[in-house]
Every structure is written in C-alpha cells, then in structure tokens.
C-alpha cells in the first residue's frame, strides 16, 4: 500500500496532486485539512524543496551552458540566403 502525504501551504483554491501510476484505477482517498504550527510546517515546506533545487542542481551541473555573453542577431537569425 502507497501513501502520498503532502504538507502544502495553498496559494489558491485549487491543488493538483499528481499519483503514481499504481493508484490509477484504484480507489483512492484524499483528505484536506488545516493542521497546527502551519508555519513551522511552512518552513519544513520549504527547506525540503531548497533540498529539491539543490539536488537537481547537482544533477544538471554538468550540463549549464554560460549564455551571459551571447549576442542574438535577428538578421543573421533570419538570413536564408546561404
């Protein structure tokens, strides 16, 4: 048995949770409720995403491209000449 638990602090009146595939065309419960200490859960929230970025970060570090000097010419862009 999977079980999703997610410690949001909601933005708006609608959320998006995305399932395993396992779950689909099972019977599933969702429960939403306003817990205690929401703001220390708030900072949880967000040192584990930071944890997230960094670890992503760690991943593609490899792949980043400096792009901080590059010039774009429409012109040459759109040049079908050659």
């Known amino acids: 048995m999977e079980l999703i638990r997610e410690i949001i602090v909601p933005?708006?009146?609608s959320y998006t949770l995305n399932l395993p595939d396992e779950m689909i065309g099972k019977q599933v419960e969702v429960i939403a409720f306003e817990i205690?200490?929401?703001s220390q859960n708030a900072d949880v929230e967000i040192m584990a995403r930071e944890q997230k970025v960094n670890q992503i970060r760690e991943v593609f570090k490899d792949c980043l491209v400096d792009l901080s000097n590059f010039k774009?010419?429409?012109?040459e862009a759109n040049n079908y000449d050659g």
């Open 11 to 13: 933005t708006g009146n």
């Open 36 to 38: 205690d200490n929401a």
């Open 72 to 75: 774009f010419d429409r012109d």
